[in-house]
């Protein structure tokens, strides 16, 4: 569902969304999100985006691959700004309102896409189904929250899988 810029009112638009989607756009992702959404033009093409979103993202723990769910909370504020063609020479430094600007192209703004991006944002960058998660095994893949496979890991970050690479470069 597209939103035409040109039909936004000079007064705003307020949107309740509910939906779910892929996040990761592989089939296998499903994320439930609702959202509360105020858009309100600034002028010259710029839009003022806030609000909120709650969703639940089916994600993998990072240390032993276990699917799980993910509770995301959001607040959502940024400008929407058309993209204009950068010239590439010219440094600019950003100033710290051009921050949370984010840039569109074309006549119609995806909400969709836009609550996307800000769940990934709001992602944990480790994301771990339990603090104490043991992760799997470096040495044979087990699962060691499932299973002690009583490999020997001791010093294996040390010598381990590439310290052949290791020992080539210190030639």
């Known amino acids: 569902m597209g939103i035409k810029i040109n039909e936004i009112p000079t007064e705003g638009l307020t949107l309740e969304l509910a939906r779910n989607v892929d996040l ?3 089939g296998r992702s499903a994320t439930t999100f609702t959202a509360a959404l105020s858009i309100r033009p600034v002028g010259g093409g710029v839009f003022h985006f806030t609000g909120s979103l709650q969703a639940t993202a089916e994600i993998e723990c990072s240390r032993c691959l276990t699917r799980f769910p993910q509770v995301v909370v959001a ?4 400008n929407l700004a ?3 063609v950068i010239n590439e020479e010219a440094e600019h430094e950003l100033e710290r309102a051009e921050l949370d600007t984010e840039f569109y192209q074309g ?3 995806d909400p969709d896409a836009i ?3 800000q769940i990934l944002l709001a992602l944990p960058m480790v994301p771990l189904h339990s603090p104490d998660c043991k992760g799997l095994c470096p040495v044979c893949g087990t699962d060691r929250n499932l299973a002690e496979c009583g490999c020997e890991t001791e010093g294996w970050g040390k ?3 590439f310290s052949v690479l290791r020992d080539i ?3």
Not at 75 to 78: A, G, S
């Open 24 to 26: 990761f756009d592989q």
């Open 75 to 78: 607040e959502i504020n940024f």
């Open 82 to 84: 058309p993209a204009k």
């Open 107 to 109: 006549e119609e703004i």
């Open 115 to 117: 609550i996307k991006e």
């Open 159 to 161: 010598a381990g899988a």
């Open 169 to 171: 470069f210190r030639k």
